[in-house]
T-cell receptor, first 114, second 113 residues
Framework: NAGVTQTPKFQVLKTGQSMTLQCAQD?????MYWYRQDPGMGLRLIYY???????DKGEVPNGYNVSRLNKREFSLRLESAAPSQTSVYFC?????????????FGDGTRLSIL | GNSVTQMEGPVTLSEEAFLTINCTYT??????LFWYVQYPGEGLQLLLK?????DKGSNKGFEATYRKETTSFHLEKGSVQVSDSAVYFC????????????FGGGTRLMVKP
């Protein structure tokens, strides 16, 4: 049982380049999330998808877009990467009302913007 | 809004020492509380949870009690091991936050042999 799978695990980009971070879960979860983790800042929510076909902004959405491709997959896109987006990105999923249910996390994508 | 405050680390302990990591929260209504653990190079894993006041969550020797009167959810372990070295996150889930969790800043624990 893979759980939440993120690709790639590592990526280095130049300022201005674009890329898409992929996330897939095999637990039949309804809700999916994208976080970024910066030193001393904990995790901050970028975007989330409460259910297939819906997406909403989180705490720090600027510079990002998301797509809930189907129930399994939720991608995060950086259209024009900036050094401030250097971070570790985590995808998570949960069954339903995420506020009361534990979220399951992937192993993260370590992204560096030069 | 909702917020979670954790003690800053790093916390450095010798093996078999007693551990406490403080966590306090601000929320309206009746939130659920969680502790997550992150080992080096990995994602977050749920360690324990409590969904109502006076509940005690426990797992792998770790415990935390949901104290509504002090708005706290402190993590404790009686005897830590080197393998407990990790970053610990306190988190809150509340009905007024939709499907979102609010995380504390994390506390790094280092256990020396």
């Amino acid at each position: 049982n893979a759980g939440v799978t993120q690709t790639p695990k590592f990526q280095v980009l130049k300022t201005g380049q674009s890329m898409t971070l992929q996330c897939a879960q095999d637990m039949n979860h309804n809700s999916m999330y994208w976080y970024r983790q910066d030193p001393g800042m904990g995790l901050r929510l970028i975007y989330y998808s409460a259910s297939e076909g819906t997406t909403d902004k989180g705490e720090v959405p600027n510079g990002y877009n998301v797509s809930r491709l189907n129930k399994r997959e939720f991608s995060l896109r950086l259209e024009s990467a900036a050094p401030s987006q250097t971070s570790v990105y985590f995808c998570a999923s949960t069954t339903g009302t995420g506020g009361y249910q534990p979220q399951h996390f992937g192993d993260g994508t370590r992204l560096s913007i030069l | 809004g909702n917020s979670v405050t954790q003690m800053e680390g790093p916390v450095t302990l010798s093996e078999e020492a007693f551990l406490t990591i403080n966590c306090t929260y601000t929320a309206t209504g009746y939130p659920s509380l969680f502790w997550y653990v992150q080992y080096p190079g990995e994602g977050l894993q749920l360690l324990l949870k409590a969904t109502k006041a006076d509940d005690k969550g426990s797992n792998k020797g770790f415990e935390a009690t949901y104290r509504k009167e002090t708005t706290s959810f402190h993590l404790e372990k009686g005897s830590v091991q080197v393998s407990d070295s990790a970053v610990y996150f306190c988190a809150l889930g509340a009905s007024n936050a939709g499907n979102m969790l609010t995380f504390g800043g994390g506390t790094r624990l280092m256990v020396k042999p």
